[in-house]
C-alpha cells in the first residue's frame, strides 16, 4: 500500500484554482465548530467509496479534513481505486481556509 504524501495548503489552493474537486471529509459536528471552505465538497468517510463510483479516476481531487489523520486515509483509498491525482492537505482544514482565504 503506498501512502499519498500530504502536500502543503498553497499547493492544495493552486490545485483548487486549476479545477480540481475539493473535497471535505470533516464531520458534521466539525464543519458547524470551525466553518467551510467556499466550493467543498461534503462526503462523509462512510460514503466514500459510493461517491468515489460517481467520479471520473482522472479528474484531480484535493482533500481535507481536521488532520492529515483524518484525510490521508481516504487519499490513500482513492489512489489504491485508480485515481490519478490525489492529494490531501497538511495542515487540514485550518492551513487550508488560511490558504485560500475562506
Not at 482533500?63 to 489523520?69: E, V
Given at each position: 500500500m503506498t501512502e499519498i504524501a500530504p502536500s502543503t495548503a498553497a499547493d492544495a489552493r493552486d490545485r483548487i484554482?486549476?479545477?480540481?474537486?475539493?473535497?471535505?471529509?470533516?464531520?458534521?459536528a466539525g464543519r458547524e465548530a470551525n466553518g467551510a471552505i467556499e466550493g467543498a465538497t461534503v462526503v462523509a468517510k462512510a460514503d466514500v467509496a459510493a461517491f468515489a463510483e460517481t467520479l471520473d479516476k482522472d479528474r484531480e481531487v484535493v482533500?481535507?479534513?481536521?488532520?492529515?489523520?483524518g484525510s490521508g486515509p481516504v487519499a490513500d483509498y482513492l489512489d489504491e481505486h485508480g485515481f490519478k491525482a490525489v492529494s490531501h492537505v497538511d495542515g487540514g482544514f485550518e492551513a487550508l481556509r488560511d490558504a485560500t482565504g475562506s
Open positions: 484554482e486549476r479545477g480540481a474537486l475539493l473535497i471535505d471529509v470533516r464531520s458534521d482533500i481535507f479534513c481536521g488532520t492529515t489523520a
